[in-house]
């Protein structure tokens, strides 16, 4: 069964960092564009980046560009997501998905654009 899981979230206070993983089972995430959402209480999915398998290069939202990184560790068929300088508009839940195929998808923004979901970790930014 094709599975993900977010892991790595929790209470951090302002300008802090933290870094979420994604794991997959059941298959090579290696192959897949993976994206990142997340969703604050009251409001709806936001897309925060794309990572293409193909080139190993990232898209990301203008609201997270240069405070967040995404990199693969195929060895361990995880994605991980830091998170720099972090702000208390950052919390939410954040979640990764995974594309068909291994570049991002034309809507890369859109959650319905992707395969399937893992669960969710949650991120709290706050002093």
């Known amino acids: 069964q094709e599975q993900l899981v977010e892991s790595g979230g929790g209470l951090v206070q302002p300008g802090g960092s933290l870094r979420l993983s994604c794991t997959a089972s059941g298959f090579a995430l290696e192959y897949a564009a993976v994206g990142w959402f997340r969703q604050a209480p009251g409001k709806e999915r936001e897309w925060i980046l794309c990572?293409?398998?193909?080139?190993?290069?990232?898209v990301y939202a203008g609201s997270v560009k240069g405070r967040f990184t995404v990199t693969r560790d195929n060895a361990e068929n995880t994605v991980l997501l830091q998170l720099h300088t972090l702000k208390p508009e950052d919390t939410a839940d954040y979640f990764c998905?995974?594309?068909?195929?291994?570049?991002?998808?034309?809507?890369?923004?859109?959650?319905?654009?992707?395969?399937?979901w893992g669960q969710g970790t949650q991120v709290t930014v706050s002093s």
């Open positions: 998905t995974k594309f068909k195929y291994s570049g991002c998808p034309v809507y890369t923004h859109i959650a319905g654009a992707y395969d399937f």
């Open positions: 990572n293409s398998a193909t080139d190993n290069t990232t």
